[in-house]
């Protein structure tokens, strides 16, 4: 069965950073589209950051030059690394796969879809 299971939330400052994990099992997340979503309480949920199978990485506005996608092959693992933390990113961060999408297209999920989602990670940033 396929699992994809997030590690890494917790609370920090405004300013400060946090690397989430994203372990994946039974598929190989380098032949996939992998990405991070995200859904803050009353609001709908939101694509953050993918990464396509060529590597090619798309971020939301909101999180460009903050936040950074990559994975590690080899363990199949996907992170997103994020700093200069803001209050407004404040959520549930969920990791999803999905095949046959581009990068863009992947964080666009209300249009194509996921094929597999975590379970999520809560962040939480104080001011």
């Known amino acids: 069965q396929v699992q994809l299971v997030e590690s890494g939330g917790g609370s920090v400052q405004a300013g400060g950073s946090l690397r989430l994990s994203c372990a994946v099992s039974?598929?190989?997340?380098?032949?996939?589209?992998m990405a991070w979503f995200r859904q803050a309480p009353g609001k709908e949920r939101e694509g953050v950051a993918a990464i396509d199978s060529g590597g090619t990485k798309m971020y939301a506005e909101s999180v460009k030059g903050r936040f950074t996608i990559s994975q590690d092959n080899a363990k199949n693992i996907l992170y997103l690394q994020m700093n200069s933390l803001k209050p407004e990113d404040t959520a549930m961060y969920y990791c999803?796969?999905?095949?046959?999408?581009?990068?863009?297209?992947?964080?666009?999920?209300?249009?194509?879809?996921?094929?597999?989602w975590g379970k999520g990670t809560l962040v939480t940033i104080s001011s």
């Open positions: 999803a796969a999905v095949a046959g999408l581009s990068a863009i297209q992947a964080l666009n999920d209300r249009v194509y879809g996921m094929d597999y």
């Open positions: 039974r598929f190989t997340s380098s032949t996939y589209s």
